[in-house]
């Protein structure tokens, strides 16, 4: 279930979940509440589809959700997905809770990088990588690390909306480039 950028909506939702969290010191639970919903509907389109049917009369869907979100998550969790569900909004449930791990990892300062090499670094290298990376941002960085031998050294890092290509596969292509703009025509 790919995910669309949170709405406002949403996103108002789920600062105010933080906010909550935050004064009741549970935002990394709750966090990692919200995560394992967002999980189970992400690998349930069933489930996501059952929250969102419209056809589904309240007292029915209400009932539904007590018995399976009420002994497995928090009261705060609870008590929110009840405002969902009194709200009409269940069916934005995990865009909701993907927006709250955007928003507790701004909080936290935690960035999420992706890293990919072409051989898996050791766990020595990769938690220098994640102290340089960690110290350039000025962040505690989450590296998440992808293997892919085309790269054929070197890295290629994803933070955010940036994308650094430090692999030798560029570093060729750039040469190529170059060689193939300096030949004469």
Not at 31 to 46: T, V
Not at 48 to 58: I, T, V, W
């Amino acid at each position: 279930m790919a995910l669309s950028q949170p709405t406002t909506v949403e996103m108002s939702y789920a600062r105010a979940l933080l906010e909550l969290a935050t004064q009741q010191n549970q935002a990394q639970p709750v966090g990692e509440e919200m995560a394992g919903i967002r999980g189970i509907l992400d690998s349930d389109p069933g489930f996501a589809q059952f929250l969102a049917d419209p056809s589904m009369g309240r007292t029915a869907r209400t009932a539904a959700v007590e018995r399976i979100f009420r002994n497995r998550t928090s009261p705060l969790v609870m008590n929110f997905i009840g405002v969902l569900d009194e709200n009409g909004r269940l069916a934005h449930l995990a865009e909701i809770a993907a927006a709250y791990g955007d928003l507790l990892d701004e909080q936290l300062g935690n960035v999420e990088v992706e890293l990919t090499v072409a051989q898996a670094l050791s766990d020595a290298d990769l938690e220098r990588v994640r102290g340089q990376i960690g110290s350039a941002l000025n962040k505690h960085a989450v590296v998440h690390q992808h293997v892919d031998d085309s790269i054929i050294g070197g890295m290629v890092l994803r933070v955010q909306d940036r994308l650094i290509d430090a692999s030798v596969r560029y570093q060729l292509q750039a040469i190529k480039e170059k060689l193939f703009a300096a030949a004469p025509k």
